[in-house]
Structures are given as C-alpha cells and as structure tokens.
Nanobody, 128 residues
Framework: QVQLVESGGGLVQAGESLRLSCAAS????????MGWFRQAPGKEREFVAA????????YYADSVKGRFTISRDNTKNTVYLQMNSLKPENTAVYHC?????????????????????WGQGTQVTVSS
C-alpha cells in the first residue's frame, strides 16, 4: 500500500536549521510530483514547497523562498526539505504529499486537492 513517512522534525532555536525527509513506497515515486505542506494549531494546512516529477522544477511559498529548499532522490524514493534560518512562525506539523500531476505553476502546486497521497506529518517546533 502507499506510504509516505516523514522524519527529521524536532525542537530547534530560531535561526537554526532542520532537514526533513519523506520516504515513499507503494507507488512509482519518479512519476509523482511531491509537495510539503504544514499545519499549525488552529490554522489551515498551507503550502510550503513542491518539486515536479518531470524536469524537477520547484515551487515555494513566498514566506520560505530563499530559506527552504526542496529536493528529491528518485533512487531512494525520498523527498527532502532543507529548512534554514527557522523562525518561531515556522512551528507546525509538516506533511509531505504526492500528486501524479505535472505542476506548471506555484498556484497549481499550492492546491491541496491536487495531491493524491499524504503522510502523517512530523512536528517542527522553533523556539524564540
């Protein structure tokens, strides 16, 4: 069955870095675009970043551009999110997601309904 398993979350201080990983199984990873979303308590799930399966194009939320980097390793069926210069407002549960769609724009990448599979998430807490 399909599984997306996130790891790498934790408690860090503002300004520090974390690298999240999402290991995928049960589907053809190389043919799926992958995204990272986050959800803070009492807030809606919001888009963070995505990477296309075709061409490897990347898309980011404005709030993380220049600080976060999404990448993928198709040989390991894993997508990563490198998060630098973390801020307290980045505190949330981070989920990875997979979509069979080819993403052409950030607007498309942001659509929660476009994603077919979701992981359970990993907690990221940034203290001030």
């Amino acid at each position: 069955q399909v599984q997306l398993v996130e790891s790498g979350g934790g408690l860090v201080q503002a300004g520090e870095s974390l690298r999240l990983s999402c290991a995928a199984s049960g589907f053809t990873f190389s043919r799926y675009s992958m995204g990272w979303f986050r959800q803070a308590p009492g807030k809606e799930r919001e888009f963070v970043a995505a990477i296309n399966w075709r061409g490897g194009g990347t898309y980011y939320a404005d709030s993380v551009k220049g600080r976060f980097t999404i990448s993928r390793d198709n040989t390991k069926n894993t997508v990563y999110l490198q998060m630098n210069s973390l801020k307290p407002e980045n505190t949330a549960v981070y989920h990875c997601a997979a979509t069979a769609a080819v993403l052409y724009t950030t607007t498309q990448a942001m659509e929660v309904s476009k994603y077919d599979y979701w992981g359970q998430g990993t907690q990221v807490t940034v203290s001030s």
